[in-house]
C-alpha cells in the first residue's frame, strides 16, 4: 500500500494469473495534491471476508504515464 513513484519495464517472468479480484477506486483531492487511489480485494476463494488486498495511489503524473502504458499495450485504445 503505497503511492507509485515509478513505471519501468520489468524482465520478471510473469503470466495470467488464473483467479480474478474485484478493483474499487476513489479520488483523494486533499488540498495541494490529487491521489486516485486504487484497492484490490480478495479473490472469491478467500477464507476470510472482503478485505484490501492491495492498494495503489497515483499522482498526476503517474496516471498520465500509466495511460501511455495502457496505450502501447492496447493500441486500440489510443485517442484518436
Same mark, same amino acid.
Request: overall charge neutral.
Given at each position: 500500500? &503505497? !503511492?507509485?513513484?515509478?513505471f519501468g519495464p520489468s524482465s520478471? /517472468?510473469?503470466k495470467a494469473h488464473p483467479t480474478?479480484? +474485484?478493483? *474499487? $477506486? %476513489? %479520488?483523494? +483531492?486533499?488540498?495541494?495534491? !490529487?491521489?486516485? $487511489?486504487?484497492?484490490? #480485494?480478495?479473490? +472469491? +476463494? @478467500? &477464507?476470510?471476508? @472482503? ?6 495511489? =497515483?499522482n498526476l503524473e503517474r496516471a498520465?504515464?500509466? %495511460?501511455?502504458?495502457? *496505450?502501447? &499495450? #492496447?493500441?486500440? =485504445? !489510443? /485517442? !484518436?
Amino acid at each position: 500500500m &503505497a !503511492r507509485v513513484r515509478s513505471f519501468g519495464p520489468s524482465s520478471q /517472468r510473469v503470466k495470467a494469473h488464473p483467479t480474478e479480484v +474485484d478493483c *474499487e $477506486h %476513489v %479520488v483523494i +483531492d486533499g488540498g495541494s495534491e !490529487r491521489l486516485l $487511489h486504487l484497492s484490490t #480485494f480478495g479473490s +472469491d +476463494d @478467500r &477464507a476470510t471476508e @472482503r478485505t484490501s488486498s492491495q492498494s495503489i495511489q =497515483l499522482n498526476l503524473e503517474r496516471a498520465r504515464q500509466l %495511460v501511455e502504458i495502457i *496505450e502501447q &499495450a #492496447f493500441p486500440e =485504445l !489510443r /485517442r !484518436r
